[in-house]
C-alpha cells in the first residue's frame, strides 16, 4: 500500500457518492467518468481518488488529461493517484510539472516524495533552490506551496552535492515555515531533528493567528483517514 492508498471508509463513502451519480467502482466506469465531458466536475473528483483503489496503468492516460481540468482539486488529486497507481514510472512526467507555468506544485513534490525514486533528485534541487530565492525575500512572509514535502524528499540524499546547501538555505528562514509544517519536518527529516519550533510570526508582543485547516489539509485527514 502506497502513501495515497484509500481506507475502506473513504471508499465506502466514495462508492455512495459514486453510485448516485451513476458510477459504478470499477475501473472502465471511472476512467469513463474521467473522460466523458458531461459529468459533472464533483464526480469527476471523486473518481480520481478512487482509481487508487480500483485503477491500473490503464487508467494513466486519463488521469493525465485531468492535470488541465478547470477544478483545483480534479488536478491536484490526479496527481497523487498519478504517483500511487505509477510508483517510479510516473517519476519523468511529475518532475515535469515542477517545470509547468501557473500549476500549483505543492502536490507534486508531495507525489514525488512519496515514491522516493533518486531520478528527480536534479529536477527537485533545481527546483527547491528556486524557490529558496524567493521566499528569502523581504515580501514573502511565509513559505507555502507543498515546500516542506520537497524537503523530506532531498533530506533522504543529504549527500549528493549541492542538497545539503539547499537544506541550509531554507533553515536560515525557519520561522517561515508554519508550525505544523515545521514539526513535520522536525519528524520526517534529519537535518530539521533537533531545530526548534518557532511559530510564524513568533515575536515579542505579537501572536501568530489560527487559521482554519484548508483543503489540503482536509484531504490529507481524508486520505490518511
Known sequence: MGEFS????????LRSELEK???????DALINALDDPSVNKYTKYRATIALRKFGTKKSVPSLKRMIDYPMQDVKDCSVLTIAEISGKTGIPFLV???????FKKAYTLWAIQSINDKSAIEPVKNYMRDRLKFFHRPSAAKITGGIEYGLIYLDRYSIVPGVEEILMG?????NKFSLQDQKKLQDRTEFYKQQPLKPLGDEPGKRAKKKKPGFFQSLVKL???
Do not use: C, F
Open 170 to 174: 531554507y533553515q536560515s528562514i525557519w
Open 21 to 27: 451519480a451513476g458510477v459504478d467502482m470499477n475501473e
Open 6 to 13: 484509500l481506507h475502506e471508509s473513504t471508499i465506502a463513502s
Open 96 to 102: 515535469d510539472l515542477l517545470d509547468k507555468p501557473k
Open 223 to 225: 486520505i490518511r483517514g
